[in-house]
């Protein structure tokens, strides 16, 4: 999508942080915004900041609740008509480790940050394919979506699968005319990263903190701006990129991560009959990929002859 004025973004976890800087700069592009949130204090907050704008609405929505999520597209459709583009945003830390006999944390948080992303790309997508006039998805996914860290295996699985889901999501969509991105945020000052001065309120002892916290203090205090997020975005949209980075300290690590992956293939040679599917799988995706920029109505990602639905095993 080149055009965004007039245009209608449905925003998830919209009224903070990274979808809040989303917002702002979906706006001073002429676009119309749905602010999507769980947190009442937020949206209270976003309204404020946004007072006087009639371009933005504010529903409370929780993601991880498919029919309060429905409630909450049905409610954007009655006031601006149209979704155009959907930034599938909402997010919580915590879920727990990979080898804590805990269910609850880990549910709830994949619920969030993985299941918000279904839910909210099975309900709008199709409202964004009927229109037939275009659009973009992006789902925002984190830096430990691609290098995570031991401790956070709840919210790295949920990350991983976000762009798992999206590079999927991208090809059966590209022949529509409809984008996709995956944004992968490294530290970036919200109401998830933060210095303890950006909120008095709470009991923080820096001289208490060990190395690592103070660390990460460090980083929040030099973090991306959510804005400057929001505009990358922006960008990104406009130049139908899938992959949004925007902390290029971490560029090292995921070059000597790939570098790990590629010595780890097998020398000898595949046979032919392997070879030759996996050619036209691939193919067949470059294909799809390259038909990105075709008008909507375009045809869809079963037309291009292999069916890979289905790996015909019962
Ligand atoms: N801040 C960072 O450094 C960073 C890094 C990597 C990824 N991210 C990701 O960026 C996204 C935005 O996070 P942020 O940093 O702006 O945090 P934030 O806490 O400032 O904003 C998240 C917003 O999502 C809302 N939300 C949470 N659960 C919700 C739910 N179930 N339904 C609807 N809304 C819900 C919150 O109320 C909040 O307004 C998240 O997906 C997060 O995982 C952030």
């Known amino acids: 999508m080149q055009q965004l004025t007039d245009k209608v973004a449905f925003i998830t976890g919209g009224a903070n942080g990274i979808g809040f800087g989303m917002a702002r700069a979906f706006l001073s592009e002429g676009t119309k915004v749905v602010i999507a949130d769980w947190s009442v204090e937020h949206l209270e907050k976003a309204k404020e900041i946004l007072k006087g704008n009639n371009g933005a609405y504010f529903v409370r929505t929780n993601v991880a609740e498919r029919d309060d999520l429905r409630s909450a597209v049905d409610e954007a459709l009655e006031v601006f008509g149209k979704i155009h583009v959907l930034c599938n945003n909402a997010g919580v830390n915590g879920g727990g480790t990979a080898d804590d006999p805990e269910f609850d944390g880990w549910d709830k948080a994949m619920a969030v940050n993985l299941g918000g992303v279904i839910n909210g790309t099975k309900l709008i997508v199709p409202i964004i394919k009927r229109q037939g006039e275009g659009g973009h998805v992006v789902s925002t996914s984190s830096m430990a979506g691609v290098v995570p860290l031991p401790g956070l295996a709840a919210y790295s699985t949920a990350k991983y699968a976000v762009r798992g889901f999206s590079e999927s999501l991208r090809m059966q969509l590209a022949p529509l005319g409809i984008g996709v991105s995956c ?23 820096e001289g208490e903190a060990n190395d690592f916290q103070k660390a990460l203090w460090d980083a929040a205090r030099a973090a991306i701006d959510p804005l400057d997020t929001g505009r990358a975005v922006v960008e990104a949209i406009k130049e139908n990129r899938f992959y949004i980075f925007t902390n290029r300290e971490f560029l090292a690590e995921v070059m000597e991560r790939n570098r790990e992956m590629e010595a780890a293939f097998p020398i000898q040679d595949p046979p032919a009959g392997r070879v030759k599917f996996e050619t036209m799988r691939a193919d067949m995706t470059r294909n799809l990929l390259a038909t990105g920029n ?16 289905s790996t015909g095993v019962d």
């Open 183 to 205: 944004l992968f945020p490294g530290a970036t000052r919200t109401g998830m990263l933060f210095p303890p001065e950006d909120k008095p309120d709470q009991d923080f002892h």
């Open 294 to 309: 075709r008008a909507a109505g375009a045809k869809e990602a079963g037309d291009f002859g292999l069916d890979l639905t």
